[in-house]
């Protein structure tokens, strides 16, 4: 493993002070509290971020909601000429996202670059889709010719959007976009640590058009912030860990309010044994991007490798060695391939799984150190075997780079050893045979399965809906459901003359008889 940074490290010419004060001017906090916002790569605080009182959330949830009524009666059209125009200035400024994002979260850049793709690619699919989506569809109600039905889809009001630090441009902008889309407010909560790169992004949004008042930001702890924000939205978008989805989950549902939980995950990866050798050297790439991207922090992320027994000594062999030869480093360039952890906090967490897998009885195969001299929260590549499920690292997430490698004699075994987890968020099987894997992956409990790929594919495919099933979450984003999800559906329903029920005089015998041989017509002619 190489080392670059520690030393003489400047932060981006982007990232002034005038910016920084810019960008958290809009956030309110009329106590006067601040949390001090820090570069991840030398812990030197950047910017005083206000903190959001109750009263000044109520009071963001106000303004949201006079905008909304406004926007609302916008055309679809005119409103999705705002995201043509954003689109462009996101792509424009997409480098100076990327510095906000490293800042604040201490990514690598390649990531950081990566990260900043996911709003236009969200832009671009929905300006597509949402015409046909958001118009009114009309269709024969139950009396053929004499009635219609018409699906009109409404906005839900305003959108409360709870988002992670470890995307926090893609979960702060993305998932706000439909729902701004479909004629709805926003009221966003990012994480304290990285609320720069989603302040920059609506600032964007709003010299496209958007107007004013129309996407609220708040900050402020989750425990904090979290109550009033939900008690005030109409529907709650969370991306985050489970125990805090199941927190969200509760209040939305005694609010009676829709949500969507998009929450963590202890991903597996099964390779057969049918490999070539050029199948082996994709695998090798694309996995170790799979665990070791983001310095492991995508829920998506691979954490459990399941190697064929016949062909463990060699694959693992491979991937060891790959693993090794990354290049970690704090640099505002292209240069490293692993960036730091977003906390000293997470590091630690992070730490304490290796060390408690070692405990008991784990080995490490490469890697397993904390880097002090890179940067505060720097953790290297880990690959460990013979973890076990009494190991923090054998059960629930660990969120870092971290990976563990196991063998399995029969491919029931490993489907079997994959889906022994309370998670079901993503999942990846690698064959030379891609039916042999798709027969592999149907058996996969989990809401995505990449075939030959770890995780990008599944997330980049904007129109398919994305989830986890078990307790990695509920609902979806992306594809249809992830636009028609902020909306309620109104049932607009036309009788053009009353002619339900007996006829004045009719006998009630002969009515039903009537009304059951309508129905074996309806039935016949295939009218709904
Ligand atoms: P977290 O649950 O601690 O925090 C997420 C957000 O929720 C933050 O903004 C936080 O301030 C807020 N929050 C915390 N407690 C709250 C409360 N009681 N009420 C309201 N808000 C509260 O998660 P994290 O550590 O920031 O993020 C990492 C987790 O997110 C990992 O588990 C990861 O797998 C998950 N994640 C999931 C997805 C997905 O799409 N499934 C994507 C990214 C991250």
Redesign the pocket.
């Known amino acids: 493993m190489t080392a670059t940074g520690g030393t003489a490290l400047r932060r981006p010419a982007s990232v002034t002070d005038e910016l920084l004060e810019r960008l958290v001017a809009r956030v309110p906090g009329s106590s006067g509290a601040t949390w001090k916002l820090a570069e991840v790569y030398t812990g030197e605080v950047l910017v005083e971020l206000p903190q959001s009182t109750p009263t000044d959330i109520e009071r963001a949830f106000h303004e949201a909601r006079a905008a909304q009524k406004l926007w609302s009666q916008w055309s679809v059209k005119k409103r999705l000429e705002v995201f043509e125009r954003a689109h462009t200035l996101l792509v424009d400024n997409a480098l100076t996202t990327a510095d906000l994002i490293q800042v604040e979260s201490g990514k690598n850049r390649r990531m950081a670059v990566e990260e900043t793709c996911d709003p236009p690619m969200i832009i671009s699919h929905y300006l597509k889709r949402a015409p046909s989506l958001l118009k009114p569809k009309t269709r024969g109600g139950p009396i053929p010719f004499l009635s219609t039905s018409t699906e009109v889809h409404v906005p839900k009001g305003v959108v409360g959007i ?6 926090p441009f893609a ?1 702060g902008l993305s998932d706000a976009i439909p729902a701004l889309m479909a004629g709805n407010a926003v009221v966003v ?4 640590k990285t609320a720069l790169s989603p302040l920059y992004g609506i600032s964007l949004l709003e010299e496209a058009g958007l107007p004013k008042g129309l996407f609220q930001v708040v900050c ?4 904090d ?3 009033t ?2 008690d005030n939205a109409d529907y709650i978008m ?8 199941r ?2 989950g509760e ?1 939305a549902g005694r609010n009676l309010i829709g949500c969507c939980l ?4 202890k991903n597996p990866m099964i390779v057969l044994d049918d490999l070539d050798e050029a199948g082996v050297e994709e695998w090798v790439q694309s996995s170790v991007f799979a665990v070791f991207g983001n310095t492991g ?4 992320h691979i954490e459990r490798i399941y190697l064929p027994d016949s062909r463990y000594d060699e694959l693992s062999a491979a991937f060891v060695k790959a693993a090794e030869g990354l290049k970690i480093g704090a640099a505002y360039d292209f240069g490293p391939e692993i960036g730091s952890l977003v906390s000293v906090d ?1 590091k630690d967490r992070v730490a304490s799984h290796v060390a408690d897998a070692v405990a008991k009885g784990a080995t490490v195969r490469t890697g397993g150190r904390e880097r002090p001299e890179i940067g505060p929260a720097f953790f290297e590549p880990t690959v460990l075997e013979g973890v076990t499920k009494d190991m923090l690292a054998g059960q629930t ?1 660990t ?1 870092g780079p971290v990976v563990a490698l196991h063998r399995y004699r029969t491919v029931d075994e490993a489907v079997h050893l994959a889906n022994d987890t309370d998670y079901g ?1 993503n999942a990846s099987v690698w064959s030379g045979d891609i039916a042999r894997a798709e027969a592999v992956a149907a058996r996969i409990e989990s809401g995505n399965v990449n075939i030959n790929d770890g995780l990008a594919t599944a997330y980049a495919s904007k129109g398919t809906p ?3 099933v078990k307790n ?2 509920v609902g979806a ?1 992306h594809g249809d459901q992830g636009l028609l999800k902020y909306t309620d559906v109104k049932n607009v329903a036309v009788l053009k003359k009353q002619v339900l029920g007996a006829r004045p005089g009719q006998d009630y015998d002969a009515y039903v008889k009537q009304m059951l041989s309508s129905l074996k017509l309806m039935k016949k002619l295939r009218i709904r």
């Open positions: 709870i988002a992670p630090w470890n995307f979960t909560k990012p994480d304290n402020g702890e989750g425990p912030v979290g109550p924000l939900i969370f991306t985050g860990s489970t125990a805090t989805g927190v969200i209040r998009e929450l963590g995950g922090q995508i829920c998506m997470h997430e969120f968020l994305s989830g986890g990695s979450g984003r």
